[in-house]
């Protein structure tokens, strides 16, 4: 009887310990999600597509604001000669060296927000996502702010994961911070909830105007004509190159123009067999990759909310791009045994990789081993006829439609994204500046590769808003890349097929 | 306790307050735990199940929602998604109760032989256990790699992690047949995979059940069944399987629960891809409640998750009643 009693204490131990470990188990995963693989976390960004930033290491981000007070005097006094002083003031201290020729500088934006009248003595929560890197950056902004509105107290407060849960939880119990950052997917959840605040009469009284963004990364923040977000930087799809390899093959990277110019190029840049092949094209089965194929290939992805991607020239757009596996000159990163294709650019097992600006302080991240690699950037090749588009992505700031202090949260949201904050944040190199008035800032002139990612300002759409807008983009991409883009990169369907079934997933997912 | 008829009146007044007391302290000694699970398990659940109703967002107070009935009961039965993720997890719990049992039942026969350094031994075996499904899967992840060290000691060449194809086709496709439906093509390679290593880290546990259960098995039985030439494998079929039936209707039901709700192995190696293969209602449910990657509808998701529940709900009363039953017979 004792062993009975034995057996059952054991029982109830383990019955106890059981789900316990469980609950460790399931308590620790949300966090281990961002990291198949185990890699950084930029392989969240760069397979999401929906941050805009990544982390970097070596940016020279310093800017202690030393000389802000000149700054202020800019802002309020007129545009066209004090800009330049403030760019001065910030350039000096990043370190960049940029400092001189930054001067020559006209850029800005038609706004001035000091003349937003701001609750005397508000108090502002400010909610950013990003590592250490990014907060420093956010922070730095705060300060300009709070140098220019010395009466207004911004506290900064970092979600580094899981931002988009923490904000939708902060909703609904109504503890959101009064200002936040929004990316596609929130704009979604909380734009037509009426949660988010307009943002027009801020915008009215300091007489900044939404078309000084580029349209489409202000469009989709935009509801019946009102706005609700103001994008505060983008990212866009590009070809980065590794030099070496070009040269190796004898390839000039700024040849390759065409669809069958790089489709040459990465058959000539392919070599080796085995585990030890160096491919052409790394690939990712993604629509925020290949999408914009089928756009420059003249034919739409949605229209009249119908999908019509699954016509014949988006059929050809989307086989081009499985053409590289077909050949063998390209592989998907995973079969790679690599976390994204940044990875599998880093480590020379792509000669070429799709990717944004992410990649660039990846890249130069010593831990990541590719700091000593030669890459050039050059806009996504078209095909014969085609027209150039490709993938842009946005994150904006935004703020609670219930803060207290609604005139200084949209004070902060307007000079955030003013001319004078993105300016200061263009030598970090993380992202480009919204504004179209900085495209022609003198550091594009020394850093090629951002000049073309800036370039594509121009000519990119947005993802999240031609996949569906931000309401049906999550079910829009699900289907595309789990119903199209997976099983023909797999080879488990045709093109033609997976896309009819994606087309008809698709247009299930509009209906809702 | 109990008090009788027969005790005489003030004795019966004093023990019916001494009853009192016992209970007022045994629920003042429960209270902190009633109190939470009434909060945190109860109330939300019942919360949980109002939400089923509603078209409720992952992301707003409840006053925007609309009450809409049975529809998204309706549409959970007719959402392809959830078809195939009730199909996936089914082959997963198949697949992983069974062998788990077994192999569980086999190592605590092993376990139970007098070894030398069986103490190491049992520690060893049991270690897989102890670590949380997120490191084991992270570890998994690599070991999975088409460069992998799986593929390196078998000598074969499989993306382990990215393999659509399922296994039943290898019977199908020499006799030509054509257009089965997915579910029975079997499990993918991809979900094998991660049945293996489930099994792997659970098998442990449950050897301890059994292990114990073992332990308790008179020795006597065995010396009688002996004397009437009943040694080993008879032994073991008419003695030991028997007397292990409790623990092994607890191991089956245990499993069974466990393996529907199969979640961070998912979450973190595979996010329900190749082609949907290793999609299960958990991930479906969480990605739909919370939005990520797809629309977030928290009522959708808590209609699922109801009808996941009363399914593991109605395979266990099934289990039990079986294995009840046959112990009954015995």
Known sequence: MVSRKRLS????????????????????????????GGTVPEATAATGGAVTTAPAATAATGGEATAMPEATAAISGTEATAMPEATAAISGTTGTGGGTEASGATAGASGDVTKIKVEDGATLRFAVAGNATEQKLYQDGVDRFTKVFPNVKVTLEPIPTDYDTAIKAGIS????????????????????????????????????????YYDP????????????????????????????????????????????????????MTTGEGPSKTFGMCLNPDIQRYGAAILQNGNAIIQDNKAVFNDAKGVAAIDFWYGFKKDGTGELYKEMGKGWCGEAFSGKNAAMVVEGGWIIPFLADPANGATDLNYTAIPLPIPEGGKPAT??????????????????????VLFLTSAMNEKALIPSGLAQPSLKSLATDPYFTDNPVQKVLVEQGATGQLADSVLGGPIHKGDVIDALNKDAMEPIFLGAKTTQDALNEAAQAVDQALQK | MATSASVAPHRERRAATLARREALTAYLFIA?????????????????????????????????????????????????????????????????????????????????????????????????????????SLIFLWLYLRTGFINYVLGTNIAWLQDPRRILDAIYQPLGIKNVPDFLRGPSITWLAIMFLNIFSTIPTFMVMFLAALQDIPGHLYEAAALDGATGLRAFWSITLPLLRPVIALVVILGTIGTFLVFAQIAIMTQGGPLRTTLVPLYLIYQKTLGTGTQAEAGFGAAMAFILAFIIITITIIQRRYIESSTQQS
Request: charged share 10%; hydrophobic share 50%.
């Open chain 2, 32 to 136: 902190p735990y009633l109190l939470t699970a009434g909060i945190f398990t109860f109330g939300v659940l019942i919360y949980v199940f109002y939400t089923s109703f509603t078209n409720l967002t992952a992301s707003f107070a409840v006053a925007q929602a609309k009450f809409v009935g049975f529809n998204n009961y309706i549409r959970a039965f007719q959402d392809s998604q959830f078809q195939i993720a009730l199909g996936n997890v089914f082959w997963y719990f198949v697949v992983v109760t069974t062998i788990q049992t077994i192999g569980a039942i086999g190592l605590a026969v092993l376990l139970n032989a007098k070894l030398r350094g069986l103490q190491i031994y049992r520690t060893l075996l049991y270690a897989p256990s102890v670590a949380s499904a997120v490191v084991l």
């Open chain 1, 217 to 268: 990364l202000v469009q989709i923040y935009q509801i019946d004509g009102k706005t609700y977000g103001l994008p505060k930087d983008f990212n866009s799809l590009v070809v980065f190159i590794n030099n070496d390899m070009a040269q190796t093959a004898s390839i000039d990277p700024a040849s390759i123009k065409t669809w069958d110019d790089l489709k040459a190029a990465a058959q000539k």
């Open chain 1, 9 to 36: 204490a054991l029982i109830l131990v383990l019955a106890l310990i059981v789900p316990l470990l469980a609950a460790c188990g399931g308590g620790t995963t949300s966090t281990a999600t961002a990291v198949p």
């Open chain 1, 391 to 412: 993938w842009l992505f946005t994150n904006a700031f935004a703020a609670n439609a219930k803060t207290q202090y609604p005139n200084a949260a949209a004070a902060l």
């Open chain 1, 173 to 212: 119990g109504n503890t959101v911070q009064d200002v936040f950052l929004l990316d596609g997917e929130l704009m979604g959840a909380l734009g037509p909830n009426s949660q988010l605040l307009a943002l027009d009469d801020a915008l009215t009284a300091s007489g900044a105007k939404t078309t000084d």
